[in-house]
């Protein structure tokens, strides 16, 4: 059974900081790796996907990368911002037909001014 | 907006009391989903539907609890009977048929049983 793990649970940083959230997974037979952002009591926002086929995917001051084979995603936040806080979710799917993803816990982050 | 919806976003109810949850997906996304997610936790799959077909039931989804989606479009999610451990915030999804594309998610119903 795939188990997501997001380290670190909870992170605080001043604004403009340089940060890596990081995500790992148990059977590194996935499809596709997805981040999102989640903000207190709202749904999900989707950041970037990235297929098992790539080694990364950016938007703006976002990058994830992907490296299957020992289980990790990380997603680094350049010049971080107080709009940034949030909770960084990453979910996996793997191959077998039903396309259910399986999240970790997230990572919730405050960045303060 | 052509974003997913879903109605109410909030929900009070007393323990025992039957709730209907509604999902609206983007009106081309074949493939509609619910989770539920707990405080400090990620989402936990529930069931998704391909069209008007329910093709998945995670072992979360008890007896209780019922999700439809008749004419292909709009899904409804109802919970029978309602217990405190129901409370939750209840989130829809939709995509595309296929692996490759992503899921997009509604804003989501948070459910307190009282």
């Known amino acids: 059974k795939q188990e997501v793990t997001q380290i670190p649970a909870a992170l605080s940083v001043p604004e403009g900081e340089n940060l890596v959230l990081n995500c790992s997974f148990t059977?590194?037979?996935?499809?596709?790796l997805q981040w999102f952002r989640q903000d207190p009591g709202k749904g999900l926002t989707s950041l970037l996907l990235?297929?098992?086929?790539?080694r990364e995917q950016t938007s703006g001051r976002l990058n994830a990368s992907l490296d299957k084979s020992s289980g990790r995603s990380t997603l680094y936040i350049a010049a971080s911002q107080p709009g940034d806080s949030a909770t960084y979710l990453c979910?996996?799917?793997?191959?077998?037909?039903?396309?259910?993803?399986?999240f970790g816990r997230g990572t919730s982050l405050i960045v303060h001014p | 907006d052509t974003g997913v919806s879903q109605n109410p976003r909030h929900k009070i109810t007393k323990r025992g009391q039957n709730v209907t949850f509604r999902c609206d997906p983007i009106?081309?996304?074949?493939?509609l989903y619910w989770y539920r997610q707990t405080l400090g936790q990620g989402p936990e799959f529930l069931t998704y539907?391909?069209?008007?077909?329910?093709?998945?039931k995670s072992r979360l989804l008890s007896d209780r609890f019922s999700a439809e989606r008749p004419k292909g479009s709009f899904s409804t999610l109802e919970i029978q009977r309602t217990e405190q451990g129901d409370s939750a915030m209840y989130l829809c999804?939709?995509?595309?048929?296929?692996?490759?594309?992503?899921?997009?998610f509604g804003p989501g119903t948070r459910l307190t049983v009282t």
């Open positions: 999804a939709s995509s595309l048929e296929g692996d490759l594309y992503e899921q997009y």
């Open positions: 059977d590194s037979a996935i499809y596709n």
């Open positions: 990235i297929q098992s086929s790539q």
């Open positions: 979910a996996v799917r793997q191959p077998g037909g039903s396309y259910i993803p399986t």
């Open positions: 009106s081309e996304h074949n493939r």
């Open positions: 539907f391909q069209n008007e077909a329910q093709l998945e």
